[in-house]
């Protein structure tokens, strides 16, 4: 699946999970009594929720107690609960996906970008040469990014469909689209998860323990991707790499 369409249907979910908190606690009930009927299950809720509210400063009676159904307290302590955290895990998790899109997505649908005008990608190609600028350099060239797709748009065959198919393109050109050449490249090989982000923090309680709470944040850092790449470290050979190391910090002065 492309990017744009997972990041599409991902909003999609959000958006149906939003509507279902609202309104889709009767339609689960009802679902709920089929699936209880077919199990000889009882579909009713035993108990009753009191809610006992303290007395606050200015009242003079003592606290009052709320009764609060059993299916109400149900909807409530459960159902909403079980929905929100569904929510808040897709918002928190696929924020990345949405800053991405933000700065490449004008360059995800093809047809987008054979329609649009000669004005519209520019302000785009000025936002993706603000974030692949470091040190006051940039791989791209916002004017020259802007042109080369205006030129694209007439160019690419009726059958690019897809961003890898414009890359593809870019390819046998040799050379005469080099920014958009880079933007396609960067925009197919820039990693998208936050799958990352979960490992470190999974890792990090077996690295940092309570007897290294002395660590200096530069070795926690590498102790962690030593850890989370662990295939790779496997693989090194590490008499070449002292031999390397040593040679590098090798005394150059010879002592009589």
């Known amino acids: 699946m492309d990017i744009d369409v997972a990041i599409s249907q991902l909003k999609a979910l959000i958006s149906f999970l939003q509507e279902y908190r609202e309104s889709g606690f009767d339609q689960a009930i ?53 929905v929100d955290q569904a929510l808040s895990s897709l918002q928190s998790q696929f924020e990345q996906f949405q800053i991405y899109e933000e700065i490449f997505g004008f360059l995800f649908a093809v047809e987008k970008l054979k329609s649009v005008d000669d004005n519209s990608p520019l302000s785009s190609c ?26 694209l748009r007439h160019l690419l065959p009726a059958e690019t469909t897809r961003a890898i198919d414009v890359l593809n393109f870019l390819r046998k050109m040799d050379g005469c689209y080099p920014n958009a ?55 090194v050979d590490y008499a070449k790499l002292i031999d390397t190391f040593a040679s590098k910090i090798t005394r150059r002065v010879v002592f009589k």
């Open 30 to 82: 009802i679902e709920a009594e089929h699936i209880a009927n077919e199990m000889g299950i009882e579909a009713v809720f035993q108990e009753e929720h009191i809610i006992r509210r303290k007395r606050q400063s200015d009242e003079i009676n003592s606290g009052e107690e709320v009764t609060q159904s059993s299916k109400e307290s149900f909807r409530v302590n459960y159902f909403i609960f079980i």
């Open 126 to 151: 000025v936002k993706l040469q603000q974030f692949l600028t470091h040190n006051e350099h940039s791989d791209i060239d916002a004017t020259d990014l802007c042109l080369e797709l205006q030129l």
């Open 181 to 235: 050449y880079v933007a396609y490249r960067i925009l197919l090989t820039i990693p998208v998860t936050v799958a990352s982000a979960k490992k470190s923090f999974s890792k990090l309680k077996l690295i940092k323990t309570y007897l290294r709470s002395t660590m200096s944040q530069e070795r926690l850092n590498g102790l962690a991707m030593l850890s989370i790449e662990k295939k790779v470290v496997e693989k």
